[in-house]
């Protein structure tokens, strides 16, 4: 058990252990057993939430991103997004990506904007009710 932040940056990471804070992480290979009680802030080509649960928010920047497990938030930027039947998004889940498999739990509604098939238009800084995308 670990309580404090943690800050890492290797080629591959594995935390096993439980967090009892935030997580800073830079890695080409992160994967998530274990715990983290606060928020997790990654940049990764491979994210893999394998069974571990994070109880804060997850901020991601990555390739593959694949969840199995148990998070709060996940807001991110990657190629692929998979949510496994075992995933569990329990509230928001934000992402753009090129490709997203959503066969697990989000908690609310996900919103996800597929960069092959968006054309921007901008339509949808418009119909956005809360909003939450802003045209730059």
Same mark, same amino acid.
């Given at each position: 058990?670990?309580?404090?932040?943690?800050?890492?940056?290797?080629?591959?990471?594995?935390?096993?252990?439980? *967090?009892? /804070? &935030?997580? =800073?992480? @830079?890695?080409? %290979?992160? !994967?998530?057993? +274990?715990? $983290?009680?606060?928020?997790?802030? #990654?940049?990764?080509?491979?994210?893999?939430?394998?069974?571990?649960? *994070?109880? /804060? &928010?997850? =901020?991601? @920047?990555?390739? %593959?991103? !694949?969840?199995? +497990?148990? $998070?709060?938030?996940?807001?991110? #930027?990657?190629?692929?997004?998979?949510?496994?039947?075992?995933?569990?998004?329990?509230?928001?889940?934000?992402?753009?990506?090129? %490709?997203? !498999?959503?066969? +697990?739990?989000?908690?609310?509604?996900?919103? #996800?904007?597929?960069?092959?098939?968006?054309?921007?238009?901008?339509?949808?800084?418009?119909?956005?009710?809360?909003?939450?995308?802003?045209?730059?």
């Amino acid at each position: 058990e670990v309580n404090n932040d943690q800050y890492l940056m290797g080629d591959e990471i594995t935390i096993s252990e439980t *967090v009892n /804070g &935030n997580a =800073f992480i @830079i890695a080409d %290979t992160l !994967t998530i057993t +274990g715990q $983290i009680g606060g928020d997790l802030f #990654v940049m990764a080509n491979t994210i893999n939430l394998d069974g571990g649960q *994070v109880y /804060g &928010n997850v =901020f991601a @920047i990555g390739e %593959t991103i !694949t969840l199995n +497990g148990l $998070i709060y938030d996940l807001y991110a #930027v990657c190629s692929t997004l998979n949510v496994s039947y075992d995933g569990v998004a329990y509230r928001d889940l934000k992402v753009t990506c090129d %490709t997203a !498999t959503i066969n +697990g739990v989000v908690g609310k509604e996900p919103y #996800v904007i597929d960069q092959e098939k968006c054309i921007k238009c901008g339509m949808c800084v418009s119909s956005c009710k809360f909003k939450a995308i802003i045209k730059k």
